[in-house]
Structure formats: structure tokens, C-alpha cells
């Protein structure tokens, strides 16, 4: 999978450590453990087991696709934020700092707040 132009990007962090970066390129997917994170951290998720080479998918990975909201919660965050419902990645990042469990997903923005 090549990955071209960054369109957005986030950070991971489990229980309030950087544990990596997902990054959405077009339809395309990655996301990568931070360096410092291998060294001790633990998975982020089973289906993600700590490695060095990214995990690269031509669709939002399953533990970041089922972090997002369903149902009526989807529907009125997607209204209320303006955001198509069928953007699971910019509702993650939307709502990725209110998640149940340890997982955050932070977005990655540029000097004028814009996400990148």
C-alpha cells in the first residue's frame, strides 16, 4: 500500500501514554507504535500486537472502526458536528477524548488548529 498525501492524523495514547499514530491517507489506513511505546507499553488492541513495521489497511482497522459511536449516538454526533456519518475516521477524531476504556485518539493539528 503507498501512502501519499497525509490527510489527517491522530495520536494514540493508552492510559494517557503515546502509544502511536493512525494516519488516513485517502482510502488508505496506518497506524504505527511510537518507538519510545515498544520499549515497554503493552498492545493497544490484540489485533495490533507491539511491532516495529506499521499496520497498513485499505480500511479504518477494526479496533479504531469500533471505537466509533453507533446508532442514534452516531446520528446526533454526526448532525450536531457537521461531520457525514459515513466518516467514521473524523468522528473517531471528533470524539476520540471521551472513549470508554483506556484507548484516546487525539487529532493531530497544524499551527492554525487544523486538523492535519
Sequence with gaps: MKLNKVTRKAHVYYEGRLAGTLTETGAAYR??????????????AYQLPLQEAPFNSDHLPGFFENLVSEGWLRQLQSQEQKIDESDRFGLLLANGRDLIGAVTVIPQTDSKGKVK
Design 31 to 44: 497506524f504505527v507504535y511510537d518507538s519510545n511505546y515498544l520499549a515497554g507499553g503493552i498492545p493497544v
